[in-house]
């Protein structure tokens, strides 16, 4: 099933016909004489009434989806007051944008973590033809090929990477990435009801209630880590530069064992979470 046009006309001239043709029709029953007269005057109400069932209004972004006793004839898109194929039946199929909030979902990611997942789906009819008769009901099938989708995706990846390889996506840290091929699973499934799929956005993702306070103080780790690594390393160089500098200007002279000592308490102090207490030295450093 494809949409088609159809044949309209404007819509104000068959009204006006069919008006004008179910008032002298009216006249020349009450006021003929003859029975032919009579006659007449009802074929002419007729003829008005079946242009009068010609006539069909089409709103902004609407669309007219005509069958002709159980035959599809085609789709109607302009606005305002049309008239077609008389005796046609009459489908209306809005053509604006609407946005589908999914329910929260309880997946299990590439992982197997079971994780909370919801998006929204924003798309908008292309084909009325195909959304009216392809389908059942559209907006249902919207849904349901929506949550299907998010389903998929969500047990494609992994919820987060806790390993340093940058070119695995997960769904916390890639929601770019993984809202285009959401966007683009979606349009195939949805190919098929005439719908296109404008955006699609993961709106809410965390972990499931039973695991989510041990994934918390797993991340909670890692940022621990990491942030000590930053700490390590930066101690590191800041005392190797004190230890070349000292050497560079003959401030004092350090063997390896005077370079151990002051190594570890150098290393102490800038690591160290809390502030050490410094000890003043009045006599010999032996």
């Keep these: 099933m494809k949409e088609k046009s159809i044949f309209k006309m404007n819509g104000f001239a068959a009204l006006i ?13 009450v006021n003929g004489a003859a029975i032919a007269g009579k006659i007449a005057g009802i074929v002419v109400v007729i003829v008005g009434l079946i242009i009068g069932t010609s006539l069909t209004i089409v709103q902004p972004n609407e669309a007219k989806v005509l069958t002709f006793f159980g035959t599809y004839l085609g789709v109607i898109r ?4 049309w008239a077609t ?3 046609t039946f009459k489908r209306s199929v809005s053509l604006r944008v609407t946005n589908f909030n999914s329910e929260k979902l309880k997946v299990n990611d590439l992982e197997g973590n079971p994780i909370e997942i919801a998006a929204v789906v924003v798309y908008k009819v292309r084909d009325a033809a195909k959304a009216l008769y392809d389908v059942e009901n559209y907006e249902k099938f919207v849904q349901i090929q ?13 919820y987060d990477s806790f390993s ?12 770019d990435e993984v809202a285009d091929v959401l966007m683009f699973d979606l349009q195939k499934r949805l190919d098929v009801a005439g719908v296109d799929v404008i955006e699609s956005r993961i709106m809410h993702l965390a972990y499931s209630s039973e695991i989510a306070s041990a994934m918390l103080q797993r991340q909670q780790a890692q940022a621990v880590l990491s942030a000590r690594k930053v700490i390590v390393d930066g101690a590191v160089g800041l005392v190797k530069a004190a230890i070349d500098q000292l050497t560079e200007q003959d401030i004092v002279e350090l063997d390896e064992e005077k370079k151990a000592q002051m190594v ?4 102490v102090a800038i690591v160290s979470e809390k502030g050490t207490q410094p000890i003043i030295n009045t006599g010999s450093i032996y």
């Design 17 to 29: 016909i069919a008006l004008l043709c179910i008032g002298l029709g009216i006249f020349q029953i």
């Design 264 to 267: 570890n308490n150098l290393m």
């Design 164 to 175: 340093n390889n940058e070119n695995t996506l997960t769904l916390r840290q890639n929601s």
């Design 85 to 87: 194929i008389p005796f």
């Design 146 to 158: 929506s949550e299907t989708g998010i389903r998929h995706i969500a047990s494609t990846y992994a």
């Design 78 to 81: 302009d606005q305002g007051l």
